[in-house]
């Protein structure tokens, strides 16, 4: 059995997809036997000491910049992080350093990793987070542990793609996908969705790359049609969008047709799924897309954006309905489908339900574990 150190750009109290992922696969390593122990950058959150019996690490991760302040302040609290990040190493003494979505998190564990095995985990960070375009550093730091790593995989083909520019062929990423909980615990729908009528959800970080603008706007020219059978739109969700989306929704004299619950607990999620007509997924790009998994956990018929991840593994007219995110129509004309046929809802949605069982946790956790012994044993 090994001793595996999961570097996550961030965890506990953050919750996320990156969050989740990293969580559960720590979880199922651990049933496996092995030692696991999550680092994750210190955010000056109120941390834990450990999820569930795994040790969590919250360690400091200061880069520089270009200003003279900045390089002063990265002196004085380098000096810090580089005490706490070798004694996170001494402490732990990891056998394999597996850095989930890569940021300062992955400029540290490179760096000092010594001996031990590197393998980074591609959530397609490089082009859903806008901080590759603005930091030289962090792409320059990118292409040094791409040359370092001896393994590197990604959720997605799509996302394995975008790695090419920071010179690393797709076909040496391994695409390990993202997984669901099958009989995750359902709780009850927030209080404000008491008074909503039957609706079609989207479910997300409120920010631009995941497109809830469009899906009001959609929705509006759904509102008032023939195929509008009376459905609410529910956004869950909290971000900095949130105030901007509201307001798109007022101009669009939709105020009480559209809700905004705000953060949803993991329970939460299942009720709110489990209650909705479909669920949207209108991102302007996804690297793969969890959320899908869940609306087909539960049941229910998937919009999904074809840019991305998605349409890698949901299957446009069967298991899901493919969309055009940079197209208003596209999403209108999709949920007008599945408001107004609930028989081809119903089977897209129990064919849902019959995908998911191949996207499980302990899946992606198996093809990691079968990685290491790969690496291992290339080492011997």
């Known amino acids: 059995m090994a001793r595996i150190a999961l570097v996550t750009s961030s965890y506990l109290p953050r919750i996320g997809g990156v969050e989740e992922h990293v969580a559960h696969v720590a979880r199922r390593l651990t049933l496996s036997g092995h030692s696991v122990v999550v680092w994750t950058v210190d955010q000056g959150d109120a941390a834990v000491a450990d999820d569930g019996g795994i040790p969590v690490r919250y360690l400091p991760c200061p880069l520089p910049n270009r200003s003279l302040g900045g390089a002063l302040r990265f ?37 000092f990793a010594g001996r031990s095995l590197v393998v980074y985990s591609h959530h397609g960070e490089t082009f859903m987070d806008s901080v590759f375009d603005s930091s030289a550093l962090l792409r320059r730091s990118l292409v040094r542990s791409l040359r370092r790593a001896d393994a590197v995989t990604s959720c997605s083909s799509y996302a394995a793609r975008d790695l090419e520019r920071f010179g690393l062929a797709a076909d040496r990423v ?127 018929p998937v919009i999904a954006t074809n840019n991305g991840g998605p349409a890698e593994f949901l299957t446009d007219g069967i298991d899901g309905i493919l969309v055009d995110p940079g197209s208003d129509v596209s999403i209108c004309t999709a949920l007008e489908r599945v408001v107004a046929d609930p028989r081809f809802a119903s089977a897209v949605g129990e064919a849902g339900a019959a995908a998911v069982r191949s996207f499980t946790w302990e899946a992606t956790a198996a093809a990691y574990e079968d990685l290491y012994v790969r690496l291992a044993q290339r080492r011997k």
């Open 75 to 111: 002196v004085v609290r380098g000096i810090g992080a580089r005490r706490a990040w070798r004694e996170a190493f001494r402490r732990d003494r990891p056998d394999i350093v597996h850095v989930h979505c890569f940021g300062p998190n992955g400029v540290y564990a490179t760096h």
């Open 174 to 300: 391994e695409v390990v996908p993202n997984g669901v909980q099958l009989d995750e615990v359902v709780g009850n729908p927030p209080p404000m969705l008491h008074s909503a009528g039957p609706y079609v959800l989207g479910v997300g970080r409120l920010v631009k790359v995941k497109g809830f603008d469009a899906l009001i706007r959609a929705y509006a020219m759904l509102v008032g049609s023939a195929a509008d059978g009376g459905v609410d739109l529910v956004i869950g969700g909290d971000g900095p969008d949130r105030d901007r989306l509201e307001r798109l929704a007022e101009s669009l004299h939709l105020s009480d047709r559209v809700w905004f619950p705000g953060a949803l607990s993991r329970p939460e999620v299942g009720a709110v799924m489990s209650g909705a007509v479909a669920l949207i997924v209108p991102s302007r790009v996804e690297a793969f897309g969890i959320t899908v998994l869940e609306g087909w956990r539960a049941g229910i």
